[in-house]
């Protein structure tokens, strides 16, 4: 029944005609080509349930930009229990398709970047402006928040592939400007890493002149720099230990740290004349490492309390999880980190965590880009088609120099691109 609708809706889009061949019919039933996670370290690109619209406040997006993010790999190496044949991507951007009944002001033919927060809008959460804990999204009543393709957070499928489902689509589409085509590799930063990374920055209170410390040179990382520079801090310092990303830090004014050369809180004391930051970020999560390659959980959190100043305040968006069995301690297992709660309460330290409510930001952050006071594809090293992700999943996990950043082009397939 809803095949005809949709079809007629596709043929107004650009660029819809040549992609449409790229799907097929199986058994009757239309499918679509997506990222499908196979086991611990496994992903093939094949044939999935076509997304469609389900509800009448749906919207039916066609994605043309994907990110690989982070948060993925978590799920990629088997440390979550995201369940085989789901796919991936929840960093999204594409065309609007079609709409629900119930859609209001969305239309077929706008340029839309999606929140990964999947959020109704109207729970006492969401009014609160705490899409990231939506209470309606997520079907388990005693959870909160929901995504795309994401572990634990609902049913709903992931973006990594050519078409996907909007929930309440009015509310969690952000319409962007003409110039959306041509800029997708910046605007697609709006779906996740770099509100994450503002929100960041905003739950350690960076203000104009501020010294602000940041753990981890990923792409939340950097984008928590550019984020702290557009803030008006005076000094960025990002501890890292890959070239490539601290040369990307660099690139926008930071002060690269490599903590496998130096000791990185002391060398933040050296820069603050003893005192310490003024405020710090943590962007690196539960699988943070020594150089050497042994996973310490409590790594950064530790070095953050120790470089951040007394009454200093942290904001931590870096992924943990309240279980972790292939953890290589029982603490960390169990969720649990050997904190350095003493030295945070002597110092007067305050702390903010969790994950972004993307929302909250992304409306201005689009309209920094669209000024041209924002460039966040300056960490973009990779836009490959969609049936590359299995090569660029691979890279990106082994931190393969110069892959800081893989976008996915779902209407490339098979252009070999």
């Not at 076509?50 to 039916?60: H, K, M, Q, W």
């Not at 943590?282 to 953050?304: F, I, K, S, W």
């Not at 702390?351 to 300056?378: C, H, M, T």
């Not at 660029?392 to 691109?417: C, I, N, Q, S």
Request: glycine share 12%; proline share 6%; hydrophobic share 40%.
């Amino acid at each position: 029944m809803l095949v005809k609708p949709r079809l007629r809706s596709f043929l107004g889009v650009s660029g819809w005609g040549a992609a449409l061949g790229e799907g097929g019919i199986c058994d009757g039933e239309i499918v679509m080509k997506a990222v499908v996670y196979e086991g611990p370290r496994q992903v093939s690109v094949k044939d999935v349930p076509d997304a469609r619209i389900e509800r009448p406040t749906d919207v039916l997006v066609r994605i043309t930009s994907a990110n690989i993010c982070g948060s993925d790999l978590h799920m990629y190496e088997g440390r979550t229990d995201f369940e085989p044949g789901r796919w991936f991507g929840h960093e999204n951007l594409g065309q609007v398709v079609e709409v629900g009944t119930g859609v209001d002001k969305v239309q077929v033919g706008d340029w839309v970047v999606l929140p990964f927060n999947i959020a109704c809008g109207h729970c006492k959460n969401c009014e609160r402006q705490l899409t990231n804990y939506c209470l309606t999204a997520q079907p388990e009543p005693n959870m909160a928040g929901a995504a795309y393709g994401f572990a634990d957070m609902g049913p709903y499928g992931g973006g990594q592939a050519e078409l996907l489902r909007v929930p309440w689509g009015d509310f969690n589409c952000l319409r962007l400007g003409e110039d959306a085509e041509q800029r997708q590799s910046d605007y697609v930063m709006l779906a996740d890493i770099f509100p994450t990374g503002y929100h960041a920055t905003e739950m350690a209170g960076v203000r104009p002149g501020d010294q602000t410390v940041i753990y981890g040179a990923g792409p939340v990382g950097l984008m928590a720099a550019l984020s702290a520079t557009i803030r008006g801090a005076s000094k960025v310092m990002v501890v890292d230990r890959h070239p490539d990303r601290l040369r990307l830090a660099e690139s926008i004014g930071a002060i690269a740290i490599d903590d496998s050369k130096v000791d990185p809180v002391q060398a933040v004391l050296e820069q603050t004349m003893g005192l310490g930051a003024d405020n710090g970020c943590e962007c690196v999560g539960y699988q943070a490492h020594t150089p050497d390659g042994q996973e310490q959980p409590n790594l950064t959190m530790n070095r953050l309390v120790a470089s951040v100043r007394f009454t200093g305040t942290i904001g931590c968006v870096g992924v943990f999880v309240p279980q972790d069995p292939g953890a290589g301690d029982e603490l960390a297992k169990q969720g649990k980190l050997a904190f350095d709660y003493g030295m945070f309460w002597f110092k007067g330290q305050q702390i903010g965590s969790g994950q972004a409510p993307v929302k909250k930001y992304n409306r201005q952050l689009r309209d920094l880009i669209a000024a041209g006071k924002a460039e966040p594809s300056f960490i973009v090293s990779h836009e490959l088609s969609l049936d590359r992700a299995p090569e660029a999943y691979e890279h990106f996990d082994k931190r393969d120099d110069g892959w800081t950043k893989v976008v996915l082009h779902p209407a490339m397939a098979g252009a070999g691109a």
